[in-house]
């Protein structure tokens, strides 16, 4: 597969792997460790959405889906086989202790991709194309413009029913 449509058909598949399953798993409804909700709050006072604040938030304090899915990845590469995601998913199960994060979604994140992966390595997607998509995936989502992106991240937790109740 060219390397440059791998790339894209990665960071797609990346950025709704960890999107999907950290809005599913509650990021943009409550503050879940110290920090998010400081984050969110922030970007709420600078014209962005709250809810998609605290998934922000969310995912800079803690190993959520966007850090096992580049986890795994990078793992899958480094092992050169999809245990790797394995191990990357225990390594983050327990960073999530750590920080005393009470949910699942950076597990739930590496344990998805790491199938992911093993599934799209038959067509030529390589662990590698999914460490720079996820690159792109992430740099979407905390590196572009806060307020944009955190009003499509609150669009998408009302329309999985996971918007934040908080004000």
Known sequence: MDELIGIII????????FVLIDTW?????????????VIGRGIKKRGGDLAGGFFQGNIVCS?????????????????????????????????????ADPGYAGTTGALTITVIIALTSYI????????????????????????????????????MDRYTKMN
């Open 10 to 17: 990665a960071a797609v598949i990346s950025w709704l792997n």
């Open 25 to 37: 798993m509650g990021l943009p409804e409550s503050p879940g460790v110290k920090g998010a909700e």
């Open 63 to 99: 190993p959520d889906a966007s850090a096992g899915t580049l986890l795994a990845s990078i793992a899958c590469y480094a092992i050169g086989t999809p245990e790797g995601g394995l191990i990357a998913a225990t390594l983050v199960y327990f960073g999530n202790r750590l920080c």
């Open 124 to 159: 030529g997607i390589t662990p590698a194309m999914f460490i720079v998509g996820m690159l792109i995936a992430i740099f979407t989502i905390q590196g572009l413009y806060h307020p944009s992106s955190s009003k499509l991240l609150g669009k998408i937790a009302q329309k």
